[in-house]
């Protein structure tokens, strides 16, 4: 199914896939007529997905979501009509989790076709931050059980000590790009984006830092652990300079390393090639390492923690119990480590009812159980990992009974006090056992227990543990001291007789068990029996690997082989006991599978070690090391291996000895292959070309050659090579070089014009200088008219002089000349040509020039005018000449190259405010004419301009500004040099709060926050050097809000009047301050609110005339400037008119105007109404409208005039008169017409838009 391609689909989004080759006829792949669109519905709503499947046979249709099943059926209702093409997935009470990718599969017998569709749940009020406690209770159990599995079945999180995040940094920019998730998790990095933006600006630094110490940084490999638990990681980096220090760093913090096995950090140099290794590993050697040239970081590489082998902290001890009891051995590891394996006489132990295995819950700790112990039990047992290995004996002792316990604690006794091979007799007196000379006793293992003796002992002597060579003859013998009967001998509890070839003699209470020529075979537990008296004692055969003497004669011979094949050391041997063989080199042990291949091989009669592939570095000193059981033999061989001879050392010298050739100078190699060095061979190539050149070569003890037959002029590349018996090795190449040709001569000087006519021309030049210009043979003359590109000899052979007379001219051609030296070693460089002279006879120098002047000067520059020479007899001038002398000076110098052709120059270049005397000469053919010289020193300055201001609308002579507000006042000038300008107010400096700056013509003056102290008449005043001046002068006012005026006296008047005076605001009295005026307002009883009644008083009486009788009147007065006005001043008591006696009151009638609300009714209509929308597939729409109406009106959505009440996949909304209609993601079926209705009451408004959806381009 993976390899079928995909189908296009004629349906966007529908992805199809074909699982068989051929389709029958009258069958089809599954498809969709209608998929699922996106929905976006509130929270509580119900979501409806449908689909509409096609396909023969009849597809099969399956939902899907990517949280999880669908299984819960009070949740998703999975429905299709029968006969029916369309499938229905209905989900409930939709909540913020439901919100995810939906995704529908149509599946028959030939294909598959999915399409998915995003449900988006709008989450309102307080739901959207507040944690769903509310779940159907079965959904709550059941992921609170899943939960506790979870933390059941999880790791403890790793502790990260706190690592230094520019360390990180390092080893992302050196990392591979698959592991950059990896580090990003384990460090906290959660900005993916960003971090690729940091790591490609630390690339840019790091090329920076890197550039002055290594030309390319050729290849990393990141740390890894090899099979001998060596940490290895290796850079290749061409280095700039061979002096370049490298230093080692582990977590910030400088490593010393070595060169060679015997430190724990090494490293390794070949050329190019740098190995770090890392030996002895330990958990605390985990850690970021990296590597420095210098002061720039080149690599980065992490030692993590689980990647290093554990170690044995608390190894295996030995073990012993009883026949049938239970041993149990314990070892502890620094680190958990799963693949560990027990072992059983190095063979893998099978778990089973009698071996049981337990690992602690942290995984440090395992231990075997060995159930229902045997004699065959009995061996060394072995617990390894990775690397490394523990291993102790397990000893089985034989069940005994109550009176057989004593013997055994006398036994133990006796090897606490150190018992002799001999015991002692009845009397106290030494006695020595008949044993074999070769035999060995044990101390401690055999002898008699007091309760055997008794009173006076069972036992005078009892058995001794022996042990023997294989082939010799052994003796166990006891003394009882009383006739205890017929006694019994006894081999691992099985009783022997004579039948099992061993010899019993009995003389006296002596007792002995002779065993002539020992086999393996025959070792064990040994015991004599006498009535109910016991003795035991171990027999131990010493068996140990045997090489025979023609072997060992043979390996002393060198095995030599040829770098590239395989050599093989193979070591015969006999041994009855299982062996182990141990492989050294040069003293250190070679390890089978390790780095290098090397394969070890242990057979029933020989081991063997193969090398696939040997090269030098395997050559040396070979040694083997048998085990087993019976003891332990070692073997030597050495092994030679020859290859082709090392490259030369170089660096390879190359020195261009000119004449004599080129010299080639080289060190003899580090490493001739194992065979002497017969000769060099040196070869060339030259640039451009892919063969090489044998040049020839050179003995043995000669390191030096040089090649007299390079060309000079050319690119060349050598090598050399050294030959021995094994052929040519590496070539040790150089450089490419450049043989240099002779120098050559240089151009002369440009030929200078000593005279000219219409027959001939003069010329004069100087020799040329420089490499090859010490031996001129001569020169050659070329000619060629002005304006061609064609130069014609003057002379065939070289004219040893410096002059020469040009004929063959033609009378008024006007020609060029240039000249070439003519050397030994060729011909060279053409000289620049000289000035263009005309073939014709002398003429009249030009007279001087009239009306010099400066039309303009400046700091750098001087311009000047001047009118062409007066003209006789044909002597026009053709150029001028415009010399400077300093005031300082007496040297006229030109200020241009050749000739000015106009009557105008500008002099640039000059020192600012230097003067200058000026000359202009006159040049044509016939020489140089009269200078003319201006009288008056010039100076390099600019024309002075008097000062003046720049008057325009923005200056005014006078400014009002706010207290507290920024004053800046720019006034503009015009002066050249810049003037001297003073700021002054009132005549006087300004204080020291006021700023003043000028610059280019614009001086400004900033108050930065204006008092009323500020105000005053400031004048700006401008003084040249010559002392002209100009001034400028304005009014400044600062004013604040007046403060308010003075209370308020109210005086009765005539005719129902009333006066009102108050006294002044105190701003008036201020000198400088805004002239103000009054405001005065009234209250009355009849209405309350405050109305203006006069304004802009100057003066501080008013009188208010036509009052009404009864009426309680409020006066308030307001002083007020241009800035604003001041706080008001109210009268305390009303001013109160008294009624007239009822008798003289006129009748009268008020008409009170009635009050009617405003008839805001309004139906209705669309301020902005919707407009048509041109959309892709998939893209959100959102059709807005603005309606105004009063009452409110309500609007409803139509799409081709049905309405849209209730449809799940649209949703409205409207804000105070603002209507949105939204889809969230428009598909084909969405196309058409679009109307909001809005209606109150009064009538109704219509807007319609349409709505085109089209297929996005592919």
Not at 341 to 351: D, E, G, N, Y
Not at 778 to 783: A, N, V
Not at 1025 to 1051: D, N, Q, W
Request: glycine share 8%; aromatic share 6%.
């Amino acid at each position: 199914m993976a390899g079928k391609p995909l189908k296009k689909s004629s349906m966007p989004g529908v992805s199809i896939r074909q699982l068989v080759d051929d389709i029958p006829e009258g069958c089809s792949l599954p498809g969709f007529e209608q998929k699922p669109v996106t929905l976006a519905l509130l929270e509580g709503k119900n979501a409806i997905f449908r689909a509409v499947v096609c396909g023969e046979p009849r597809p099969e249709v399956r939902w899907q979501c990517s949280k999880g099943d669908l299984s819960n059926s009070s949740k998703y209702q999975i429905s299709s009509t029968p006969g029916s093409k369309e499938h229905v997935l209905q989900i409930n009470k939709l909540t913020g989790d439901d919100m995810d990718l939906y995704r529908c599969a149509a599946v028959n017998a030939y294909g598959e076709a999915t399409c998915s569709a995003r449900l988006t749940v709008i989450e309102v009020g307080f739901r959207k931050n507040r944690k769903r406690q509310k779940e159907p209770q079965e959904d709550l159990k059941k992921e609170l059980m899943d939960f506790r599995k979870m933390l059941k079945k999880r790791a403890p999180s790793p502790i990260h000590e706190k690592v230094d995040m520019e360390q990180v940094w390092q080893l992302l920019m050196t990392a591979d790009r698959k592991d950059y998730e990896k580090i990003c998790l384990k460090y906290g990095i959660v900005d993916f984006r960003g971090m690729l933006r940091r790591l490609q600006q630390m690339h840019k630094e790091r090329e920076e830092k890197l550039a002055p110490y290594i030309n390319a940084i050729l290849s990393l490999r990141h740390i890894t652990v090899n099979k001998e638990g060596i940490a290895v990681f290796d850079l290749e980096l061409d280095l700039k300079s061979p002096e370049g220090k490298i230093y080692l760093y582990k977590d910030g913090k400088m490593v010393p390393y070595g060169f060679d096995n015997q430190t724990k950090h090494c490293l390794r140099h070949l050329g190019r090639h740098y190995q770090f290794q890392i030996r002895d590993l330990r958990p605390e050697d985990a850690g970021i390492y990296q590597v420095r040239v210098e002061d720039a970081e080149v690599f980065s590489t992490e030692l993590e923690a689980s990647d290093i082998p554990p170690r044995v902290v608390v190894p295996l001890a030995d073990a012993r119990c009883e026949e049938h009891g239970d041993a149990v051995f314990e070892c502890t590891l620094s680190s958990p480590c799963p693949s560990a394996a027990w072992s059983f006489q190095h063979r893998p132990l099978r778990l089973s009812d009698k071996y049981e295995v337990f690992v602690s819950s942290d995984g440090l700790t395992h231990r075997l159980v060995v159930r229902g112990a045997r004699f065959a039990d009995m061996g060394l047992y072995s617990l390894g990992t990775k690397l490394h290995a523990s291993s102790a004996w397990l000893v089985v002792e034989a069940g005994k009974d109550k009176s057989l316990l004593a013997a055994s604690t006398d036994r133990q006794l006796q090897s606490r006090r150190g018992g002799q091979e001999g015991g002692l007799d009845a009397h106290g007196q030494r006695s020595d056992a008949a044993r074999s000379p070769r035999s060995r006793h044990k101390p401690g293992a055999g002898g008699f227990s007091e309760e055997a003796r008794g009173p006076a002992g069972h036992f005078s002597q009892g058995l001794a543990d022996t042990e023997v060579q294989q082939g010799e003859d052994a003796v166990l013998s006891c003394t009882l001291t009383r006739d205890l009967g017929p006694g019994a001998w006894f081999k691992d509890g099985v009783k022997l007789s004579t039948q099992d070839g061993v010899i019993f003699e009995q003389d006296g209470l002596a007792h002995r068990l002779l065993i002539a020529h020992v086999q393996g075979t025959q070792a064990g537990r040994y015991s004599f029996v006498a009535g109910n008296q016991q003795s035991e004692a171990t027999l131990t055969v010493r068996d140990p690997p045997i090489i025979a003497p023609n072997v060992t004669e043979k390996l002393r011979e060198p095995l030599v082989v040829k770098a590239g094949k395989p050599a093989t050391m193979k070591v015969p041997f006999q041994s009855r006991l299982p062996v182990q063989a141990t492989w050294r080199k040069d003293g250190a042990e070679v390890a089978g599978g390790g780095s290098r291949g090397a394969q070890v091989v242990v057979g029933d009669s020989f081991t063997r070690l193969c090398l696939p592939s040997a090269d030098r570095k395997d050559r040396g000193q070979y040694s083997v090391t048998l085990r087993s059981e019976g003891g332990s033999v070692q073997a030597e061989l050495t092994l030679q291996v020859l290859d082709k001879p090392q490259p030369p050392q170089g660096p390879l010298e190359v020195q261009d000895c000119h004449g004599a050739g080129v010299c080639l100078r080289w060190r003899p190699p580090r490493d001739d292959g194992g065979r002497a060095l017969e000769h060099y061979v040196v070869e060339r190539q030259q640039a451009g070309r892919s063969t090489w050149l044998k040049l020839g070569e050179t003995p043995a003890d000669s390191t030096t050659f040089t090649d007299t037959h390079a060309e000079q002029g050319k690119k060349y590349t050598f090598r050399v090579r050294a030959v021995t018996a094994e052929g040519p090795g590496e070539a040790l190449q150089s450089e490419e070089v450049l043989v240099a040709p002779e120098a050559l001569p240089g151009p002369p000087s440009p030929p200078a014009i000593l005279s000219a006519s219409s027959q001939s021309i003069t010329l004069s030049w100087m020799a040329p200088r420089g490499p090859g210009s010490s031996h001129i043979l001569g020169y050659l003359i070329e000619k060629r008219k002005k304006g061609s590109n064609t130069w014609t000899a003057v002379n065939q052979q070289p004219v040893p002089e410096k002059k020469w007379t040009v004929a063959d001219l033609r009378q008024g051609c006007q020609y060029e000349f240039r000249v070439t030296a003519v050397a030994p070693s060729g011909l060279g460089q053409p000289g620049p040509p000289s000035e263009a002279v005309f073939a014709r006879d002398p003429m009249r120098p030009p007279g001087p020039v009239r009306d010099l002047q400066v039309i303009d000067t400046s700091h750098t520059s001087i311009t000047l005018s001047w009118a062409r020479p007066d003209t006789q007899d044909g002597d026009e001038a053709q150029g001028y000449v415009v010399e400077l002398c300093g005031s300082d000076s007496l040297q006229w110098s030109p200020c241009h190259t050749g000739t000015v052709p106009g009557p105008t120059y500008t002099a640039r270049g000059l020192r600012p405010r230097e003067g200058y005397f000026v000359r202009v000469t006159a040049v044509n053919d016939g020489g140089r004419g009269q200078p003319m010289t201006l009288d008056t020193v010039v100076q390099a300055m600019p024309v002075t301009v008097c000062p003046k201001f720049l008057m325009d609308a923005t200056m005014k002579d006078s400014m009002t500004v706010r207290a507290g507000d920024t004053v800046r006042v720019p006034v503009y000038f015009e002066a050249d040099p810049l003037p001297e300008v003073t700021w002054l107010k009132d005549g006087l400096p300004l204080p020291k709060r006021s700023v003043t700056s000028t610059k280019d013509g614009l001086t400004q003056l900033l108050v930065p926050v204006a008092s009323l102290t500020d105000s005053g008449l400031y004048t700006v005043v401008l003084r040249s050097l010559r002392g002209e001046e100009a001034t400028y002068s304005f009014r400044l006012t600062v004013a604040a809000r007046p403060r308010p005026p003075g209370p308020i006296v109210l005086r009765a008047g005539a005719l129902g009047s009333v006066t009102a005076e108050w006294a002044p605001s105190p701003d008036e009295a201020e000198r400088g301050a805004a002239p103000l005026h009054y405001s005065v307002l009234l209250r009355s009883s009849a209405d309350a609110r405050w109305r203006p009644v006069a304004e802009r008083l100057h003066t501080c009486r008013f009188t208010l005339v036509d009052l009404v009788p009864g009426h309680e009147y409020h006066f308030r007065v307001v002083a007020s400037n241009e800035l604003g006005a001041s706080e008001p001043s109210d009268t305390r008591q009303p001013w109160v008119v008294p009624r007239p006696p009822p008798g003289e009151r006129d009748k009268f009638t008020v008409k009170v105007p009635s009050y009617r609300e405003p008839d805001l009714s309004q139906k209705p209509r669309f301020l902005v109404g919707l407009r048509t929308h041109l959309l892709p597939l998939g893209c959100e729409c959102c059709m807005t409208c603005a309606v105004q109406g009063w009452p409110r009106p309500r609007v409803t959505w139509f799409k081709n005039d049905q309405s849209l009440a209730g449809s799940p996949t649209v949703y409205s909304t409207d804000v105070l008169g603002v209507c949105s209609l939204v889809i969230p993601s428009v598909s084909a079926a969405d196309s058409g017409e679009y109307k909001a209705v809005a209606e109150n009451p009064l009538g109704q408004a219509v807007s319609t838009a349409k709505l085109i959806v089209v297929e996005s381009n592919p």
